[in-house]
T-cell receptor, first 113, second 113 residues
Framework: EPEVTQTPSHQVTQMGQEVILRCVPI?????FYWYRQILGQKVEFLVS????????KSEIFDDQFSVERPDGSNFTLKIRSTKLEDSAMYFC???????????FGQGTRLTVV | GNSVTQMEGPVTLSEEAFLTINCTYT??????LFWYVQYPGEGLQLLLK?????DKGSNKGFEATYRKETTSFHLEKGSVQVSDSAVYFC????????????FGKGTRLHILP
C-alpha cells in the first residue's frame, strides 16, 4: 500500500542551526502539508502546498520556515534558525482531489538543544 | 473559526468493554469528519471518515456517525482489545480539496488485559 515516507525519523540540532525535514508524498497525490505536534499537545497545521506554491499557512509558519518541492517526488520543510520551541514531531501529509482525507507519514521528531 | 472538541483522557478500560469517545465540532461550512489514531511510537493513521450528515464511518470494529443536528461524531467500539491502546484524534476538514485538517486535542486510550 502506498505511504508517505519521512526522513530522518529523529533529528537533534543545536539552537540556531538550519534543519531540513524531508518527505516523499504518495506518488499520485497533488496536495501536500506539514503539521507539527509538540509533545503532549494537539496536532497543528503549518502549511499546505499545491501546484508548486503555498496555498495556506498558519501563524506558526513564520519567516523562519519554508517549503519546497525540489523535484517530482520530494517535499521539504526548512527551518532556518531553530529555536528550543521548535522541538516537536513534524508530520508530512498528502492528499488527492478525490477525497477530503489526508495521509500522514510516520513523522520526524526534531529536538533542538 | 472551525474547531474540534473531544473528551479529555486518559480513558482506561478493561478488555472487551464498550468504548465511547465523544467529539463535537464547530464549523462555518459543511465539513468532512475523521478519526485518526496514533499507536505508540507511530504516526497518524486514518481510522474512519464521514463526509455528509448521517453517514456512518467504520473500520476495525470502530464506528462513528456524522450527526449534523448535534454537531457530533462520537467514536464507539463494542468490545475493545489491548491492541486498541493508542491516542485517538477527532478531526475535520472543510469541503475544499486542499483545506487543512483541524484536530482535536486527542484522547489517550489505555486498555487493561
Amino acid at each position: 500500500e502506498p505511504e508517505v515516507t519521512q526522513t530522518p525519523s529523529h533529528q537533534v540540532t543545536q539552537m540556531g542551526q538550519e534543519v531540513i525535514l524531508r518527505c516523499v508524498p504518495i506518488s499520485n497525490h497533488l496536495y501536500f502539508y506539514w503539521y507539527r505536534q509538540i509533545l503532549g499537545q494537539k496536532v497543528e497545521f503549518l502549511v499546505s502546498f499545491y501546484n508548486n506554491e503555498i496555498s495556506e499557512k498558519s501563524e506558526i509558519f513564520d519567516d523562519q520556515f519554508s517549503v519546497e518541492r525540489p523535484d517530482g517526488s520530494n517535499f521539504t520543510l526548512k527551518i532556518r534558525s531553530t529555536k528550543l520551541e521548535d522541538s516537536a514531531m513534524y508530520f508530512c501529509a498528502s492528499s488527492t482531489d478525490l477525497g477530503p482525507e489526508a495521509f500522514f507519514g510516520q513523522g520526524t521528531r526534531l529536538t533542538v538543544v | 473559526g472551525n474547531s474540534v472538541t473531544q473528551m479529555e483522557g486518559p480513558v482506561t478500560l478493561s478488555e472487551e468493554a464498550f468504548l465511547t469517545i465523544n467529539c463535537t465540532y464547530t464549523a462555518t461550512g459543511y465539513p468532512s469528519l475523521f478519526w485518526y489514531v496514533q499507536y505508540p511510537g507511530e504516526g497518524l493513521q486514518l481510522l474512519l471518515k464521514a463526509t455528509k450528515a448521517d453517514d456512518k464511518g467504520s473500520n476495525k470494529g470502530f464506528e462513528a456517525t456524522y450527526r449534523k443536528e448535534t454537531t457530533s461524531f462520537h467514536l464507539e467500539k463494542g468490545s475493545v482489545q489491548v491492541s486498541d491502546s493508542a491516542v485517538y484524534f477527532c478531526a475535520l476538514s472543510e469541503m475544499n480539496r486542499d483545506d487543512k485538517i483541524i484536530f482535536g486535542k486527542g484522547t489517550r486510550l489505555h486498555i487493561l488485559p
